[in-house]
């Protein structure tokens, strides 16, 4: 077996060769290469392309061409990028087989197994035999490769083999698959398009073929695969078989369509959510705004970022803004403020501002992210609240009612002069005592279930009875209604009517006048009698008070219900009634606004009707009402809501439309232009589809007929060029989501959805493309150049060093004895400064390698890479001169191998080089444990020490403590000790005092099993 190499490739293949068991012959150049192929009886030759594609393909060429190498197996190592070239050469190198890198010991070792058998069954009964033996063998090993489906087909597609691995990844048996064709693995869709003959047909002309894509298991569940089908070839160069290799990447695949799915989210949330939003770098510069922000400042995108967005805020409140931005940036924590903010038109409205931060792993802030909620309303009427307080409070003492105030442990808080009244004791008698203290004892269980209900949110109008200072029962009606501070129960609103005069009456009235009482009172909706001549209020019930703001004893002391109505629905109203009055009409249903005592509008849903006398004159008038304020809201607002997304949508430029069945089909007038359509057009599915490029028809088709069809398809985003009448082409991106709405034909299917011109943003990206495709690739060129150069320097620099070396030696044994000790003395620092510089220069090579080459981690013992580093020691280092120490086992580690090794050696020998004259060197290596998932390895030696202020200077190149003629070494062991550690993913230290000693420790992540 040969291995032609000329980089750091050798070491990760021959470690993935060493599985095959056959013994390798390794070569360096060309020339020895065919020497060794002449001379030698190969089964197996392996080309690496190395960094030089060319002269590796022709040397594989040149083999081929060597007499008696005709049909020897050839495998060529190399990047995917000279994939091609191998597939181009195919025909001049069979039989020949690819394997892309960085190896994967499997994927080489079933190349190798493959190829030899082929070779190894030419020998005869042996080869027979040993035909066999590596049958097994390659069994087993591709069976252990559960993460690959492995197995292999005859001319025709059949299967001939069905290997463990690929009934683990299939879910398919042996039994179910051999003698089956291979489509049995792909969609319909594939199966219907012919990919599995295409794909066959192009593996047998190019020796395989190459492809990513959806596949099924037995249960019927699709994922996705990258896999690769290569065509078996006998002696004679015919195909005789395939080989087919699958790899589930399903986990990436969904990952990939979840995070684009995301971010389009994103962007059309943000867009189109009515806050004002944006986001500012570290240091609080603006780097985006929102649409909102854009429409409301009328600022364009490019003078809100930065600085000028400090433009829109009030001057008054620009420097509080400063102030908050500063406490944030030092803290690392986000705020909330109100603030004003200037509109397009010049006024100010106010708006809450909210800020968070966005921090990295360490804690560090990348980014803010801030929302301003316009709340204009709402703090103009917390303005008009507090100036009305006084007068609340005014009313609250003054009210009929008795009204007290308890908290969240139903203790008395606040208690109004009448409550005090009722119950016979002064407001300080009330305040700082639990309720119950006050209760009827009989009622005292059910009021305490009222309380707890009142706990969860609900209101009570309640009938109860309270203990008088004198002892006897006070009958009071209760309306209770719950407190929140921020979602927290704060406690309860009592009010309390006194009621036991009419409780007294109640005993006389008969059962249906108590019934409607009752009814009347409890409603949840609001109840008054009024007068039909006079149109005052008689009666009204608590509920009919807290719509409209006003206490019964006013509503009932005079007012009319025309005093209620707004002034724009007074005339409408009278109008209403005068025809209720005359009998034209038997009922009055309508909504109306009521304007309350605090001047705000409720809006309410009335329903009023006339009970007459038997003489047929109005004798009273019973009107219901329910509060429908917060309808009429979310009503204004789902408008205001709408014409704002109109206004986005108009603004971003997107074409919108709805499908449902044929029945219903519309596009917006900027769809019809975007797809080069007059506005009349009159919209279709089909009109649709005479747009869509031709190479774009079938997909587009059937992507939107298996949204329609499938309600698991709920969003579905589509690239695609539409074709207008004057043959231009432009690219499309629609964005598109399903809901089921039922219709007189059943169930049916919604599309709605946006599109938008992408054509320019694809222009854009593909120049981009290729512009850095260019850069990227004239960078690679001028370092492969540079890395060249050095390595050629090296290698003329090291030459006449060891040529000054090697005269200098001759002369130092050809002069006359005895030599001048001037001459012997010159002579020596000659041939020391000339191995110095021969080992500076060696170990910059080293150094470079460390830092540039491909690393292949894998689980390492580091006990015998110890025993490695000390026997390769200089003698006057070793024992019995130095004693070492490992007082526990080492552990095995993820790392390189050969790394390892050269960090081993350069710490031991630092250790051993730095010690007193007097003292014998003694070194200790222990691991110890480390963070979870990693090992410390310590290196602890009896040397001088070194001081604080250079310890960290060591491990820089070139950085030596001592003069370079006092020691050995060229000071960049610990530099390159410190390289290699950080690119295994480890960190590397010291600690030490001088005269004392010195540990070096290195950690490193613990083996993966």
């Not at 986000?334 to 200037?342: D, K, P, S």
Request: aromatic fraction near 8%.
């Amino acid at each position: 077996m040969i291995v032609a190499e000329d980089g750091g490739e050798y070491r990760a293949l021959d470690e993935a060769l060493s599985s095959t068991g056959v013994p390798r012959i390794r070569v360096t150049t060309p020339a020895t290469a065919l020497s060794h192929a002449s001379q030698s009886v190969l089964a197996l030759a392996i080309v690496t392309t190395g960094r030089d594609p060319a002269a590796r393909l022709d040397l594989a060429w040149h083999l081929r061409q060597t007499p008696g190498l005709e049909t020897l197996p050839l495998v060529i190592v190399g990047p995917a990028a000279v994939a091609e070239q191998v597939v181009q050469m195919s025909n001049l190198l069979r039989p020949v087989d690819f394997v892309p890198t960085p190896c994967d010991p499997r994927l080489v070792a079933l190349k190798v197994d493959s190829a030899l058998l082929l070779y190894r069954a030419n020998l005869g009964p042996t080869g027979e035999r040993e035909l066999a033996r590596q049958r097994e063998r390659f069994r087993l090993l591709m069976d252990m490769a559960s993460d690959y489906a492995i197995f292999f087909l005859d001319p025709g597609g059949r299967v001939v083999e069905w290997t463990t691995s690929a009934q683990h990844v299939l879910g398919f048996t042996p039994e179910e698959m051999l003698g089956q064709h291979a489509d049995i693995i792909f969609t319909p869709e594939d199966r219907a398009a012919k990919v599995p003959e295409t794909e066959i047909e192009h593996a047998r002309l190019h020796g395989q073929a190459i492809d990513e894509r959806w596949h099924l298991r037995s249960d019927g569940r699709r994922f996705y695969a990258s896999g690769r089908l290569v065509a078996l070839l006998n002696e004679a160069n015919d195909v005789v078989g395939f080989a087919k290799v699958l790899r589930d990447t399903t986990e990436a695949k969904q990952t990939e369509l979840r995070l684009r799915d995301s971010l389009e989210r994103f962007e059309m949330l943000a867009d189109n959510m009515s806050q004002l939003a944006w986001t500012a770098n570290g240091a609080g510069e603006r780097t985006w705004v929102n649409q909102r922000w854009l429409d409301y400042t009328g600022f364009a995108r490019e003078e809100a970022l930065g600085e000028g967005f400090r433009r829109t805020y009030h001057p008054d409140q620009l420097a509080h803004f400063d102030e908050l931005v500063a406490a944030a940036a030092a803290s690392g924590e986000g705020w909330e403020e109100t603030f004003l903010i200037r509109g397009r038109g010049g006024s100010y409205r106010w708006f809450l501002s909210q800020v968070v931060p966005v921090k990295d792993e360490g804690g560090r802030v990348v980014r803010w992210f801030g929302t301003s909620t316009d709340i204009h309303e709402r703090v103009l009427l917390e303005q008009s609240i507090a100036a009305s307080e006084g007068k609340f409070r005014d009313i609250f003492e003054t009210a009929y009612e008795g009204i007290w105030l308890i908290d969240e442990h139903a203790r008395i808080e606040f208690a109004n002069t009448r409550i005090a009244e009722l119950l016979g004791v002064s407001t300080r008698d009330l305040i700082g005592h639990r309720q119950w203290e006050f209760v009827w004892p009989e009622d005292l269980p059910q009021h305490q279930r009222w309380f707890q209900q009142r706990r969860q949110g609900h209101k009570a109008i309640v009938e109860l009875r309270l203990r008088h200072r004198d002892g006897r029962a006070v009958w009071l009606l209760m309306s209770a209604a719950p407190r929140f501070e921020n979602g927290r129960f704060a406690g309860a609103l009592d009010l309390f009517t006194d009621i036991t005069e009419q409780k007294r009456t109640q005993a006389e009235l008969t059962t249906t006048e108590a019934r409607f009482q009752t009814f009347f009172e409890l409603s949840a909706t609001g109840n008054a009698i009024v007068d039909p001549q006079t149109g005052r209020f008689l009666h009204v019930n608590p509920r009919y008070c807290e719509i409209t703001g006003y206490p019964a004893e006013q509503l009932v002391g005079g007012m009319r219900f025309i005093d209620l109505t707004h002034p724009d629905d007074r005339k409408a109203e009278e109008e209403r009634f005068k025809r209720l009055h005359r009998g034209e009409l038997p009922v009055v249903i309508a909504e109306k606004r009521y304007v309350r005592s605090d001047g705000t509008i409720v809006w309410v849903h009335l329903t009023s009707t006339i009970l007459r006398q038997h003489d047929g004159q109005p004798h009273r008038q019973l009107s219901i009402v329910h509060d429908i304020t917060a309808r009429k809201v979310g009503e204004a607002e789902l408008l205001e809501h709408r014409w704002q997304l109109q206004l986005a949508v108009e603004t971003a430029g997107l074409g919108t439309f709805s499908y449902i069945h044929e029945t219903h089909n519309e596009w917006s007038d900027r769809l019809k232009q975007l797809l080069g359509l007059p506005r009349e057009a009159t919209a279709s599915l089909d009109l649709f589809f005479t747009r869509l490029h031709p190479d774009d028809l079938g997909r587009i088709k059937r992507q939107i007929f298996d949204c329609i069809e499938d309600e698991s398809h709920t969003h579905l985003a589509l690239d695609y060029r539409v074709v207008w009448d004057d043959r231009s082409v432009h690219y499309l991106r629609a964005l598109l989501r399903r809901f089921t709405v039922v219709t007189s034909d059943g169930p049916r299917a919604r599309l709605v959805g946006s599109v938008r011109d992408v054509t320019s943003e694809l222009e854009f990206n593909t120049a981009l493309q290729r512009e850095v495709e260019q850069r990227t690739a004239a960078l690679e060129s001028k370092t492969r150049q540079l890395e060249e150069f050095c390595y050629s320097m090296a290698h003329d620099l090291r030459s006449p060093l060891r040529a000054i070396d090697g005269y200098a030696e001759i002369l130092q044994h050809s002069l006359p004895e005895p030599i001048a000790p001037d001459a012997a003395g010159h002579l020596a620092k000659i041939r020391s400064s000339a191995q110095r510089l021969d080992s500076l220069i060696h170990d910059l090579v080293a150094f470079a390698r460390v830092t540039e080459v491909a690393l292949e981690l894998q689980d390492v013992a580091l006990a015998p890479l110890l025993d490695q580093a000390i026997k390769a020691l200089h003698p006057d280092l070793r024992a019995p001169k130095s004693t070492f120490e490992v007082p526990s086992p080492l552990p095995i580690v993820r790392g390189e191998p050969g790394l390892l090794r050269e960090v081993l050696t350069a710490l031991i020998s630092n250790a051993l080089k730095f010690v007193a004259s007097d003292t014998r060197p003694h070194i200790r290596i222990e691991a110890l444990s480390a963070s979870p998932g990693r090992a410390r390895i310590e290196i602890t030696d009896n040397g001088i020490g070194i001081a604080a202020p250079y310890q960290k200077r060591i491990f820089q190149v070139f950085e030596r403590l001592r003069d370079a003629g006092s020691l050995p070494g060229t000071g960049m062991g610990l530099a390159l000790a410190r390289r290699a550690i950080e690119r295994m993913g480890g960190e590397i230290g010291v600690r030490s005092e001088p005269g004392v000693g010195s540990t070096f420790w290195f950690e490193l992540p613990l083996a993966s099993s």
